[in-house]
């Protein structure tokens, strides 16, 4: 990962210095774990969007009205594992000697997700389609604008610190 890490920092401190803008090492630092993160959400959201239009035409015959809900559950339960697992390996590594307990990360992650994939995400869908008649489709895709920074705030100083 060392080597993605160094093409990124010269990546984004040569970006940086073509714009004009000073920046401290470790600020380089934190943007590279930003964009890393944001490459393991951009998976994370294509699988989780994917289950969530599958589960709503598995369900379409069925008629429900809580189908969008199902979607975002069983979208929620295994996008966050596969974010969990990219996320440890790539985004939030621990650092030499360090340890982490997985378990504890793991619980952490699904809790910090719980909020914004369920409680937030379910919140806000019924905000858009029932209330303001946006496509069950495209709801998801605007949740993401809130749920993304604040998932990584959450990841970031609570579900992967050591």
């Known amino acids: 990962m060392g080597n993605v890490d160094e ?4 990546l984004l401190s040569a970006v940086l210095k073509k714009l004009r803008i000073s920046v401290k090492e470790s600020t380089v630092d934190a943007l590279v774990q930003f964009v890393k ?6 998976t994370n959201t ?6 969530n239009v599958l589960v709503l035409l598995v369900l379409k ?6 189908d969008y809900i ?8 295994l ?5 969990f697992y990219w996320n440890n390996k790539f985004v939030f ?3 030499d000697g360090q340890k982490r307990n997985l378990w504890q990360a793991l619980i952490k992650t699904y809790i910090a997700y719980g909020f914004t994939g369920i409680i937030l995400n379910n919140v806000l869908s019924h905000v858009w389609i029932n209330v303001l008649g946006i496509s069950k489709f495209v709801a ?10 604040l998932n990584f705030i959450i990841n970031k100083l609570w579900a992967f610190k050591a």
Do not use: D, Q
């Open 46 to 51: 294509l699988i989780s969007y994917g289950l």
């Open 79 to 83: 996008s966050v594992l596969w974010s």
């Open 61 to 66: 015959p069925y008629n429900l009205s809580w």
């Open 37 to 42: 993160f944001g490459v393991v959400g951009l």
């Open 7 to 10: 093409r990124l920092k010269t």
């Open 93 to 95: 590594t621990a650092r």
């Open 70 to 77: 199902a979607g975002n559950v069983i979208a929620f339960i």
């Open 140 to 149: 998801p895709l605007i949740n993401l604008i809130i749920s993304v920074p």
